[in-house]
């Protein structure tokens, strides 16, 4: 009982300092910035970021900062897509050389 207490503490702790990184954004150093990249794709529950987004003072480096690393597409992410046609690409022709 008591780990679950210091763990949610240490959890809300760590989402009020994201939230005035963000409050500063993008007056924020590189690691900083790579901080709040990390905590957004690797630490944050879907609660996490909805008590982020709702904060009023964090609202607009919010919102600027999800638009420019968050939410952008990378080249991982488009390799990704570009993998996923072509296995459905390959399935249809193998589909369609079956069928003659």
């Known amino acids: 009982m008591m780990s ?40 944050a529950t879907a609660l996490d970021v909805a008590l982020v987004a709702s904060n009023p003072a964090a609202e607009r480096g919010y919102r600027r900062f999800r638009a420019q690393h968050v939410d952008r597409f990378t080249l991982k992410d488009m390799g990704r897509a570009l993998a996923f046609a072509a296995a459905i690409a390959v399935c249809i022709l193998l589909i369609a050389w079956r069928a003659l």
């Open 4 to 43: 679950n207490t210091l763990a949610a503490s240490a959890a809300d702790a760590r989402r009020a300092h994201v939230e005035a990184l963000l409050s500063a954004y993008p007056d924020v150093t590189p690691e900083e910035r790579e901080l709040l990249v990390n905590w957004f794709r690797k630490d």
